[in-house]
């Protein structure tokens, strides 16, 4: 028998095949969400006596129930937040052991003493937008990696970047140990200069 | 001079598809690499707010999910206007949510129970009283890692 060529398989139907994938691909999935801001809840004992915080230590930002902010009881608009919040928390304003060297703050004495010092208090309303509170959230969390980054590029010129690409590529799973290892340290060091003392009120029960 | 032969008729030559299935397999796999398979059905409404200084989340087996805003179109005439919590595929009150975090925690490996993260996926114009009440849950079953999922963006998006 005289040997055939096999025929060609017809594959004009592929692309529907395909398509017919990817629709259900379409259909099925979502493009997830997978960013945001972390926070830390503290717990819920109760601290038998709260330490005695100076006044001029505490950064109190309110938010009521129109969405409108209240800085240091004035009434201040969002842009603004992120400058005040950076010069209570950089003003260094404290003297003897309280002083702070890095900082570059106006140095008043009726701010706070020192960023180990200084707590920023955030208060809410039970009728206040979550859109707004994630808003003044950002931008408190914007004021703490701002000042952070700048003592990290100052304090390690030579890591060529920020505090905040240094600590995303430490949390990043692909990232050597070698690497995290070497990271770790310097990473700690800075988060110490500003630790991130951001307290929220308890709800209150009355309103 | 047969070199200039004159074209017969004005018909179109037809075009060929047959890079069309290699196109669609692109697409196909463009979108089986950059999603994932939805879970639990979202019913309710969930405009997640923006935000730009965030951090990526952990690992999706220590994750759990808190959804909450108002129910979707469809489940107004049941459940009305007012923001809910949905955890997995239900609406729940508040004092569910303890229950769901336990029983969450349970079911993952016992090296991870200590790690997990709460992402809390929360409609923007969800008033922050419901927020608050869960937080206060999360708290007494001692869930203190969480992660306000927002999308990216500048803050001024939330501001109308």
Redesign the interface.
């Known amino acids: 028998m005289a040997k055939r060529s096999a025929p060609e398989v017809n ?2 139907s ?2 529907d ?3 017919l ?2 629709i259900f ?2 259909v ?17 004992e109760d601290v038998e006596d709260p330490p005695i915080i100076k006044q001029k230590n505490i950064f109190t930002v309110v938010v009521n129930k129109n ?1 409108q902010l209240l800085v240091e009881e004035e009434l201040t608009d ?2 603004d937040l992120r400058a005040l919040a950076i010069e209570f928390l950089d003003n260094g304003g404290g003297e003897g052991e309280d002083a702070c060297d890095f900082c570059q703050g106006k140095r008043d004495p009726k701010s706070s003493d020192n960023p180990d010092k200084a707590i920023i208090s955030l208060k ?12 003044v ?3 408190l ?2 004021a703490y ?1 701002d000042l952070r980054d700048r003592e990290y590029m100052r304090l390690f010129p030579n890591e060529a970047s920020s505090f905040v690409e240094a ?2 590529k430490f ?3 692909r990232t050597s140990p070698e690497e995290k290892e070497r990271l770790s340290p310097k990473l700690d060091e800075v988060k110490l200069m500003f630790p991130q003392k951001l307290s929220e009120a308890e ?1 209150s029960k009355t309103n | 001079m047969s070199k200039f032969k004159k074209k017969k008729g004005g018909e179109l030559p037809a075009i060929s ?2 890079s ?2 290699d196109i ?2 692109m ?2 796999f463009f ?2 690499v ?5 879970d639990s059905t979202l019913m309710v409404k969930n405009q ?10 952990d ?2 087996d220590r994750v759990m999910y808190i959804y909450a805003g108002e129910p979707s179109s469809r489940y107004t005439d049941k459940y009305g206007t007012q923001a809910r919590i949905q955890l997995n595929d239900k609406f729940a009150t508040v004092s569910e949510v303890a229950a769901f975090v336990l029983a969450e925690r349970a079911s993952k490996r016992q090296e991870l129970q200590n790690v997990l ?1 709460t ?11 419901l ?3 869960i ?2 849950e ?3 079953v ?1 869930a ?9 963006g500048d ?2 998006q ?2 109308d």
Do not use: H
């Open positions: 594959a004009g592929m692309a095949i395909a398509f994938l990817l691909f379409l099925t999935t979502t493009i997830e969400t997978d960013s945001g801001i972390n926070r830390k809840l503290p717990p819920i969405n969002i842009s809410n309303d039970r009728e206040t937008s979550y859109k707004v509170y994630i808003a959230q950002n931008e969390v914007a990696n600590n995303k949390s990043d799973p709800p | 598809t047959a069309l299935p669609v397999f697409l196909l979108f089986m950059a999603t994932v398979m939805r997640l707010p923006a935000a730009n200084q965030i951090q990526k989340l690992k999706k993260t992402s809390l996926k929360v409609d923007g114009d969800t008033k922050m009283g927020i608050t009440d937080k206060q999360l708290r007494k001692n203190l890692k969480i992660n306000y999922t927002t999308r990216v803050y001024s939330n501001i």
